[in-house]
């Protein structure tokens, strides 16, 4: 018997190959998939955030192009503004208009409706993982997005299109602060008159009602609104005699200056 006869070798599969150890620095191969799917890190990343900074310096230049507007210090006694949320929220604002989501239902459109709806949309990436990029191979997704793009561009459409914008800028507009003597003659006047009923006990505006603090009018033009009424405010308001109304119609037109 020769030495080494029928001597066996065998390889161990335990035991990894020199170039398999560094496999790890190595990505991933993506060519089962072409043109559908990428490395996170940093192809997919380096999109995002490319995509992320245009999006952030347009807003900025849009605010420094369009300052946000500033209104009057809100006052609680003020029952008559109509307080509006901005551009972003005017979809939810709108759902809590409807009678299923209003007054003892509140709940359900503050809270049931929006909830399902962002928690569908965090759980979108969980339940359709398939590989996929086309929207049309992604039916419920694709369908589910549109859907909810078309419900949130109605609603705040409608918001929009609704909301009183002439009067919710007299109601914010800023005024100067003025001090009201409330023991002259034309206060008493406005008084016995129901002005401070409505405009305010400072003329500041209320329950409805502007301001008539810097109003931009002449003496004859709110004499005659006075009389004749304007918007909201009916005619034959004022019960005065033409005397008091001169002096209450240049004492108005005059504060603030």
Known sequence: MH???GMKFVGDSRVLAPEA????????????????????WPNFLLKEWLVGAVFLVGFLCLTVAHPSPLERIADPSDTGYVPMPDWYFLFLYQLLKYEFAAGPYTVIGAMVIPGLAFGALLLAPFIDRGPERRPSKRPLATGFMLLALAAITFLTWQSASTHDW????????????????????????????????????????????????????????????????????????????????????????????
């Open 166 to 257: 002439e009067a919710a800028k007299e109601y914010g507009k800023i005024v100067a602060d003025v001090e009201i003597d409330k023991t002259s003659e034309e206060y008493k006047i406005a008084s016995d008159n129901t002005c401070i009923t409505c405009h305010g006990d400072s003329f500041q505006g209320g329950a409805g009602a502007p301001t008539l603090i810097e109003t931009g009018l002449t003496a004859e033009e709110i004499a005659t609104i006075a009389k004749e009424g304007k918007g909201a405010m009916p005619a034959g308001v004022f019960k005065g005699d033409d005397d008091q109304l001169k002096k209450l119609s240049e004492y108005i037109a005059n504060l603030g200056k």
């Open 21 to 40: 150890r560094t496999s790890k620095n190595i990505p991933k191969d993506y060519s089962e998939y072409p043109g559908k799917t990428e490395a996170f």
């Open 3 to 5: 030495r080494g006869k």
